[in-house]
């Protein structure tokens, strides 16, 4: 097939392929979504290859906080940072998790995702930033910080193009796309700092928007990747931590997900959860019902873009094969200029352990360009 998914957690069992695009996909989801994630993009990027080898190879972020269970698939399925140097990779694709810390900058493993964007912005010919990825990678880039929603962007939301791209060719002008977030990038922050708006929802806002220099960094404060049955187990999710009483207010249905009889049952259901508020009743959650009732329309316009995305990498590695064969002795070490390897960025010490020390430099952040009138 096309795609394949590599496994590993030595790079030396795996040697890079000429022909092929080397996809990293770091994922930082939680544990009980790590191997759904995994799932969903292999998907998305298998349907978008058609006859383009790719292989997706895996990376763990440090800090990330892990169960036992969790820490053992990544331990036997899942590379180190530090393995960057040797992975010789075209392209990452970078998810968010769930927050913990009211700022970004303050959770646990934010110097590492910071060493991580830099690392990216020098090394890849394309980066994706996925839902908090790209929010704290606009951050870390700009300094623009997202702003937080009176309530959960939560649904299926019909977007439009705002641009014409290479990246949005062949797309639908009205296509779905998913959503899932507390907080959102707002557009006139994005455009005053010299990114450029791809797709936006009048509803959702923004959703997907890109930003052009030493690497193409494109950024979806959506979902795509979504599988048909992921919002109904964020939904089911938020539901349980209600009854629990872990939170105080009941979830609101995912916007334009289900059909309408899907909507009388769950909605039946919630006002049970609101009269009778015990984690046993969920043990009578119409699953049934609300599997029936999902509408699934954002596949073809998801694997559209990243079919882009796809050729878009292929293009550039030939011509960047091209020029160092034209000029060999202009061509850039991958660790930077002659002598020692560097460790400025994401350090590569003796040992793959996912969970190790980060060393680099600091945040850079700076105030957002001014909007030119």
Not at 10 to 24: A, Q
Not at 36 to 49: H, W
Not at 139 to 150: N, S, T, V
Not at 302 to 316: C, K, M
């Amino acid at each position: 097939m096309p795609l394949t998914v590599v496994r590993e957690n030595d790079l030396r069992n795996v040697s890079p392929s000429p022909g092929c695009i080397e996809i990293g996909l770091v994922n930082n989801m939680p544990d009980t979504a790590l191997k759904s994630t995994e799932a969903q993009f292999a998907a998305l990027l298998e349907a978008a290859a058609g006859e383009l080898p790719v292989r997706l190879r895996l990376f763990s972020l440090p800090l990330v906080p892990r169960s036992e269970r969790g820490a053992l698939h990544l331990g036997t399925s899942y590379l180190g940072l530090r393995d960057f140097w040797d992975s010789r990779l075209d392209a990452l694709i970078v998810t968010g998790t769930e927050p913990r810390a009211p700022e970004l900058d303050g959770e646990p493993y934010w110097p590492a995702l910071a060493e991580l964007i830099e690392w990216a912005e020098e090394h890849t010919i394309s980066t994706v930033w996925s839902c908090l990825a790209a929010h704290a990678a606009v951050l870390h880039l700009d300094g623009i910080a997202r702003r937080p929603l009176g309530e959960k962007r939560f649904g299926v939301f019909d977007c439009a193009r705002a641009a014409d791209h290479p990246l949005s060719n062949g797309v639908d002008a009205q296509f779905q796309v998913p959503h899932s977030r507390w907080n959102e990038l707002r557009e006139d922050d994005l455009s005053a700092a010299g990114y450029a708006v791809l797709t936006r929802s009048p509803e959702a806002g923004v959703d997907m928007f890109i930003r052009e220099g030493a690497s193409l960094f494109v950024f979806f404060q959506g979902h795509p990747e979504y599988d048909a049955l992921s919002l109904l187990g964020e939904y089911r999710r938020d539901l349980g931590r209600f009854l629990r009483g872990e939170r105080a207010t009941c979830p609101a249905l995912p916007h334009g997900y289900f059909d309408s009889a899907a909507v009388a049952a769950l909605e039946d259901f919630a006002a049970r959860a609101h009269a009778d508020r015990r984690e046993d009743l969920l043990a009578d959650f119409p699953l049934d019902a609300a599997e029936r009732g999902i509408r699934h329309g954002w596949r073809a316009g998801a694997a559209r873009i990243y079919a882009n995305w796809l050729a878009f990498l292929a293009v550039q590695k030939t011509l960047r094969a091209d020029a160092r064969t034209m000029a060999p002795s202009r061509a850039r070490d991958p660790r930077g200029a002659a002598g020692p390897p560097r460790t400025s960025f994401i350090d590569r010490r003796g040992t793959n352990d996912p969970s190790g020390p980060f060393n680099g430099r600091h945040d850079r952040r700076r105030p957002a360009i001014p909007r030119v009138s």
